[in-house]
C-alpha cells in the first residue's frame, strides 16, 4: 500500500505562485512514476504534471506548460509541484498520484483557488 498526503493549497490572485507537496509512505520502493491531477467543479479529472522516480524525466499537460514545474526529492519521497502565473481556470482540486507496477495510488487532494 501507498499513502499519499498533499499540502500547500489556498487561495492566490491570478499571476501568483503556489508550490503544492506530496508526501509518499509504504511501498515507496516500487515507485515508477508520481504526478498532479486535478480536477474542476463540474469537469472530469486530468493531468496536469508527472515525474518518472528514477530517472526524473517530466511531462506536462499543454495548458500548464512554462507555468508549472515538477520535481521530486527521493531521500524524502515528496514530490512538488510550482505552480507559477496561475490563471484563474487553474482553479481546481489538485490530487497527487504515484503508479506501482500497474496501480495507481491517489492522495486526498488540495483545493487551488485563483482568483481574478
Known amino acids: 500500500q501507498v499513502q499519499l498526503v498533499e499540502s500547500g493549497g489556498g487561495l492566490v490572485q491570478a499571476g501568483g505562485s503556489l508550490r503544492l507537496s506530496c508526501a509518499a509512505s509504504?511501498?515507496?520502493?516500487?515507485?515508477?512514476?508520481m504526478g498532479w491531477f486535478r480536477q474542476a467543479p463540474g469537469k472530469e479529472r486530468e493531468f496536469v504534471a508527472r515525474i518518472t522516480w528514477s530517472g526524473g524525466s517530466t511531462y506536462y499537460a499543454d495548458s500548464v506548460k512554462g507555468r508549472f514545474a515538477i520535481s521530486r526529492d527521493r531521500a524524502k519521497f515528496t514530490v512538488y509541484l510550482q505552480m507559477n502565473n496561475l490563471k484563474p481556470e487553474d482553479t481546481a482540486v489538485y490530487y497527487c498520484?504515484?503508479?506501482?507496477?500497474?496501480?495507481?495510488?491517489w492522495g486526498q487532494g488540495t483545493q487551488v483557488t485563483v482568483s481574478s
Open positions: 498520484s504515484a503508479r506501482v507496477g500497474i496501480t495507481d495510488y
Open positions: 509504504g511501498r515507496t520502493f516500487s515507485f515508477v512514476t
